[in-house]
């Protein structure tokens, strides 16, 4: 959906996939936001267990505000209340997954005002981005980057999309991430492992992705990244 009334509350996908979700528009808003799964995340609530693929989100409009992610557009604080805000614990977007734009991100295209968390935990990203200004793995960016934390947390998590403006927006705290080579650089996201894709395919994984939970949350499977 588009921008309007978000969604607040908890979600278990209990490790069910979306497939065949598609949303296009090319209006010309200046204050536009758009998700696959819900157009906005308010306040506080958990995703978990779930994945999408085969969908397909274009948001590439001419307005000078346009974010779009495969979970949510937005997330925003409600009422001054967040708590823990929402957080995504063992959710994926795959390579099937197309999100076009002027901001997009796997995840979330912007976390909104101040005071709003996102917590990333155990999940991967290996959507296919194309923004036409910023493209990032998770979040697309945060309403003041220039603070020392963003209120977005990733860990254990790691993604394969070309996200050309680096794994996270600026300040976020990441602990224990991986991303490709050459794409986890930008915007200071100095605690991401860029890694090549055979170095995180099948058992290389292991060697190369080592404080992954491999016991209980990660399986690795020969010729792919971890699931």
Not at 133 to 156: H, K, L, M, Y
Request: aromatic share 12%.
């Amino acid at each position: 959906g588009i921008s309007g009334n978000g969604f607040c509350g908890t979600l278990d996908g209990d490790n069910h996939v979306i497939y065949g979700s598609y949303y296009e528009d090319k209006v010309t808003s200046s204050n536009y936001m758009a998700g696959l799964l819900f157009f906005g995340l308010n306040g506080k609530g958990q995703i978990k267990n779930l994945g999408i693929a085969k969908s397909r989100l274009d948001t590439k409009v001419a307005g000078s505000g346009c974010e779009g992610g495969a979970f949510a557009g937005y997330k925003h604080e409600w009422n001054g209340i967040d708590g823990n805000g929402v957080v995504f614990e063992n959710c994926f977007v795959d390579d099937t997954v197309y999100l076009l734009g002027k901001c997009v991100a796997g995840f979330v295209g912007i976390s909104r005002f101040a005071g709003s968390k996102i917590t990333i935990n155990n999940c991967y990203s290996a959507a296919n981005l194309t923004g036409g200004q910023f493209a990032r793995a998770f979040v697309c960016w945060t309403w003041d980057e220039s603070g020392p934390n963003s209120g977005i947390t990733i860990q254990n998590s790691y993604s394969t999309s070309d996200c050309k403006s680096g794994f996270v927006s600026k300040g976020a705290n990441i602990n224990n991430c991986y991303v490709l080579a050459n794409n986890g650089s930008a915007d200071n996201n100095a605690d991401v492992t860029m890694l090549t894709i055979a170095q995180m395919t099948g058992a290389n994984a292991y060697t190369n992705m080592p404080n992954l939970d491999y016991n209980n949350v990660w399986q690795v499977f020969e010729g792919t990244t971890p699931k």
